[in-house]
């Protein structure tokens, strides 16, 4: 499992999140999370949407939590926040693909 960096994204602009992104590891990424921070995902298929899993490791009341899935259509790019939901060892979140072609990954932080 790939350990993606955090790039600070300054409020006023300044970044561009699809300049800064990686290429999705086979076995998953993990990513840090809390306020402020999301993955950006960028599917680069033509025509195969491809769908992202957030491990969530919680429970509430001795019950698991789902896991959180994402869709991102083909051609496109979506933002998911990084919840301290999805924390797990050392507050990393745990990230899954369905495929990785064509599919690239980043994370950023909101800063001043």
């Known amino acids: 499992m790939a350990v993606l960096p955090v790039t600070v994204a ?12 990686v290429a999705a590891a086979a076995g998953g990424d993990s990513a840090p999370t809390g306020p402020g921070r999301f993955l950006v995902v960028k599917n680069a298929d033509a ?28 051609g496109k790019v979506s933002m998911i926040p990084l919840g301290r939901v999805f924390a797990g060892t050392a ?22």
């Open 10 to 21: 300054p409020i006023a602009g300044g970044v561009s999140q699809t300049d800064n992104l």
């Open 47 to 74: 025509t195969a949407a491809h769908t992202v899993t957030l491990v969530t490791p919680g429970t509430v009341a001795g019950l698991g939590v789902a896991d959180a899935t994402v869709t991102v259509a083909a």
């Open 91 to 112: 507050g990393r979140a745990a990230l899954t693909y369905d495929a990785v072609t064509s599919l690239s990954v980043g994370v950023f932080e909101l800063g001043t």
